[in-house]
């Protein structure tokens, strides 16, 4: 079985300051991994994946995550956070061999930025 | 905009009612999942269909049920509705081959039971 930890349900930053969004995984099969963000009152929007290509993956909005398989991680990470930032975010995994599976997600971590 | 359509975007209804959500996959996405979001659940996967056909099932009640139609499109039937049915339910879609695991989502369907 699959599954995902987010620590922290709420992470506070001030803008301008580091993002650090902890995710950790458990898989018994090599995993694709993801990062979704949703904004209030939205749908899930796609941020970056894993796919077992570069372990550095860059995302949209100046994120990106490292997969380090040692500790079974997937933080998330943004130099220098935006207002626009604030939203929730989902780590999901699902399995590498197989298609078309279904994405197990982690609690959440909902990203406050003050100015 | 994922391209993936979910209608409507509210719904409210009592206890006991039936009600069915609709989505419409990106096109050529040949795969549709649905998950429930609540409060104390999370996000949880409910179902997936393949070219009409059921592939996966998660933590669905014998209440609800889904398809998939010849067009693709999905509805989720919930029915004997239960005030903890109340929830966002989403519809995702993906495509076929190597490197489309990714699935899409659309904006949802907050189902209010009262």
């Known amino acids: 079985a699959q599954s995902v930890t987010q620590l922290g349900s709420h992470v506070s930053v001030s803008e301008g300051a580091l993002v650090l969004l902890r995710c950790n995984y458990s898989s018994s099969v090599p995993p694709y991994l993801f990062w979704y963000v949703q904004y209030p009152n939205q749908g899930l929007q796609l941020l970056l994946k894993?796919?077992?290509?570069?372990?550095l993956v860059k995302g949209i909005n100046g994120f990106e995550a490292e997969f380090k398989k040692s500790e079974t991680s997937f933080h998330l990470t943004k130099p220098s956070a935006h207002m626009s930032d604030a939203a929730e975010y989902f780590c999901a995994v699902s399995s590498l061999n197989t298609g078309f599976q279904k994405l197990v997600f982690g609690t959440g971590t909902r990203l406050l930025v003050s100015p | 905009d994922s391209g993936v359509t979910q209608t409507p975007k509210h719904l409210i209804t009592a206890t006991g009612q039936r009600v069915t959500l609709r989505c419409s996959p990106r096109s050529g996405d040949l795969s549709v999942y649905w998950y429930q979001q609540s409060l104390d659940q999370g996000l949880q996967f409910l179902i997936q269909?393949?070219?009409?056909?059921?592939?996966a099932k998660g933590n669905i009640l014998e209440r609800f049920s889904a398809q998939q139609f010849p067009d693709l499109h999905s509805e989720l039937n919930l029915s004997s509705l239960e005030l903890g049915d109340s929830a966002l339910y989403f519809c995702?879609?993906?495509?076929?081959?190597?490197?489309?695991?990714?699935?899409?989502f659309g904006a949802g369907t907050r189902l209010s039971v009262l």
């Open positions: 995702a879609s993906s495509g076929l081959g190597a490197g489309e695991n990714i699935q899409y």
């Open positions: 894993y796919t077992s290509a570069a372990t």
């Open positions: 269909y393949y070219n009409g056909e059921e592939r």
